[in-house]
């Protein structure tokens, strides 16, 4: 459904509520409780509740922003901002459940655009930081940028030329290289195991949000919140085809769970061997189905 055949109250709805930005908080933050809890459990310990999330959001607002001399303040408020609103934009080409706010042929490309903008801001608030850890931090998430954003991109392509490079339903199961590079670049962009590498806890503090604190550390976990609402609802809907709500909502569950498992099982890669597997494991495998689909044979 394009934008001029919505009403005005229809497009506040989606952009405001379902599927825009009460959804990306309340669905983003519940995502990331379930992934929490879940690996607690397959840790045998009980873990945070489901709405720990909420709190610790809702106590960060509470909290005042500290800026050391070495920061640059603007920058540090603008990034986070400018990362959220990103992976905001993106949802509104996503068709969940019915709820399309806008859709044209090559949208797939400002998509893409957006999901790239979101986690490059993300890395500049390390260096507009002003400190030692939030730059190496920095360093490691444009360096695993540039290596998950190859098979990524090259996923995204094989199924655009499939759907005329529009965000529409469609199930990639039968090309499993394409799933397994989409799905990883999902790793990847939400900083998960075994690509935790920009935050590696023991090693960095918290990487590119090492002084950070209170509002604006506060958007981060919203812009997080919104990264797990976007990209697995555009998993659902570009790699297996959910196009009402009840097929939305299982497959994402399922591909929820699937990113638990990947926490819990696998532990932290070094930025090389992360930039070996991108580029030398996974490009050349998703190169397969691209081919395949550019010469017919699928």
């Known amino acids: 459904m394009a934008i001029e055949a919505l009403t005005f109250a229809e497009i506040l709805f989606q952009a405001l509520v379902f599927p825009g930005f009460a959804a990306a908080f309340i669905i983003g933050f519940f995502y990331m409780g379930v992934m929490r809890k879940a690996a607690a459990r397959m840790h045998h310990r009980v873990g945070p509740p489901l709405w720990q999330p909420f709190l610790d959001f809702f106590k960060l607002m509470s909290k005042e922003n500290i800026t050391t001399k070495a920061s640059l303040g603007l920058m540090a408020t603008l990034c986070p901002i400018v990362s959220f609103a990103a992976m905001l934009t993106v949802i509104i080409f996503v068709p969940i459940a019915g709820f ?4 044209f042929p090559g949208s797939l490309f400002v998509v893409i655009y957006f999901l790239v903008m979101a986690s490059a801001f993300f ?5 507009a930081a002003g400190n030692p850890f939030a730059s190496v931090g920095s360093i490691r998430e444009i360096t695993q ?3 998950y954003e190859l098979p990524f991109i090259i996923s995204l392509v094989t199924i655009g030329l499939l759907t005329g490079f529009q965000i529409v339903p469609f199930s990639a199961l039968a090309f499993p290289f394409t799933f397994a590079a989409f799905m990883l ?3 990847g962009k939400l900083s998960l195991p075994p690509f935790h590498i920009p935050e590696a806890e023991q090693e960095i503090v918290a990487g590119p949000t090492t002084e950070y604190s209170g509002p604006r550390l506060a958007l981060f976990e919203l812009a997080k919140a919104a990264a797990f609402w976007v990209l697995i609802s555009l998993a659902a809907v570009m790699l297996l085809g959910a196009d009402g709500i009840v097929s939305f909502a299982l497959d994402s569950l399922a591909l929820l769970a699937l990113l638990v498992i990947c926490r819990v099982v696998f532990a932290r890669l070094r930025i090389a061997q992360a930039l070996r597997l991108y580029w030398f494991v996974l490009a050349p495998l998703a190169l397969i189905d691209l081919v395949r689909v550019m010469i017919g044979m699928y």
């Open 100 to 103: 399309q706010l806008v859709t």
């Open 123 to 127: 890395a500049i608030a390390g260096f």
């Open 145 to 147: 940028l540039f290596a």
């Open 185 to 187: 670049g999902v790793l």
